[in-house]
């Protein structure tokens, strides 16, 4: 009886149970890296060739691209220089009769003006050079812009609009500094304009102080003539003699709002910003490869497959 235990109480025996099912078909081929560097020798043709296209094509690109030039002035905004005491004690009764009676924090608001549509268009048109910036006739004639009239301002339209896109403005905070680039085509023409626009910038601030002095003497001097008060008379004749100096002072300043620090100068021959034509031709370089990779791997499962149809037949 015990032997019968004994032997009943052996180790338990283990049914293999086979994993066949989890290893793929024996038809089925097996692809490993030696796999695909094989696809990669026998396309290796195709993917030079292809390659060589697209590289050949980006340099191609490259080399008819415009070359674009870059000229740039550095400008730093003028400050108010005297009478910063008078201003500060009739500052208060400026502020309400709404007039102004100079100081700083305008830098801000004088480059806004600067980017402005108005201002730009001005000095496109002042400066006549529509024809040069804007797309040509036969261009707008394609884009049907109606009359003579209508393509008149669809082209100065567009040339503001191109002229925006060739403007870099930035600010060094730290130094207060700003620069003004202006690319284009033509080295000479773009530091040209990128000069004349600090000088018609100024002209503008300028001429636009000055009307608004003459506008508050004028206001004044209506004030002075109803007030009967000796101490009001007096506060406003402070305040006419403040826009009369702010008028010859505006008059006197060539660089009113802003001091050109670096001026613009053509930058030399080939010195270009765009194209970029080592890193097109590196990009075109890379993608040709890329596609000649992709096109050899394309090709053999194009032929895989049509061989297995034949098989098939």
């Known amino acids: 009886m015990e032997n019968q235990v004994r032997e009943t109480s052996a180790a338990p025996v283990y049914t293999t149970i086979p994993l066949a099912f989890l290893a793929p078909p024996a038809s089925e081929e097996e ?21 060589v296209l697209v590289t050949a094509w980006s340099v191609y690109q490259a080399k008819i691209a415009t070359p674009i030039y870059r ?3 550095l400008l730093a905004p003028v400050g108010d220089k005297g009478g910063s005491g008078q201003v500060g ?24 003006i600067f980017k402005s549509r108005f201002f730009l268009e001005n000095f496109i048109v002042n400066e006549k050079i529509v024809d040069i910036i ?13 009359t003579d009239a209508d393509r008149d301002k669809k ?45 018609r910038l100024n002209d503008h601030l300028r001429n636009l102080a000055i009307q608004e002095s003459e506008k508050s003497i004028e206001f004044l001097n209506n004030e002075m003539a109803k007030t009967q008060v000796t101490q009001l008379q007096q506060a406003l004749a402070n305040l006419l003699e403040s826009q009369i100096q702010k008028i010859m002072m505006s008059k006197v300043r ?30 075109g370089f890379g993608t040709g490869l890329g596609a000649g990779i992709l096109s050899a791997f394309l090709f053999h499962a194009l032929f895989r497959r049509n061989k297995k149809k034949s098989l098939e037949k």
Do not use: C
């Open 134 to 146: 804007s797309k040509s006739d036969s261009e707008l004639k394609k884009l049907d812009a109606g």
């Open 71 to 73: 000229a740039e002035v």
């Open 155 to 199: 082209k100065l339209w567009d040339a503001v609009e191109t002229f925006q896109g060739m403007i870099i403005l930035s600010t060094d905070r730290k130094d207060g500094i700003l620069s003004i680039a202006v690319e284009w085509k033509d080295r000479h023409q773009a530091a040209l304009w990128a000069n004349l626009l600090v000088k």
């Open 31 to 51: 692809f490993d890296l030696a796999s695909y560097w094989q696809i990669l020798v026998r396309g290796k043709w195709l993917i030079f060739v292809v390659t």
């Open 254 to 283: 060539p660089e009113f709002a802003f001091t050109i620090v670096d001026p613009a100068v053509a930058p030399p021959e080939g010195r270009i910003v765009r194209p970029l034509r080592k890193q097109m031709a590196a990009i």
């Open 89 to 112: 004690g009739l500052a208060g009764l400026a502020s309400i009769a709404g007039l102004s009676v100079g100081g700083g924090g305008a830098s801000g608001t004088n480059l806004v």
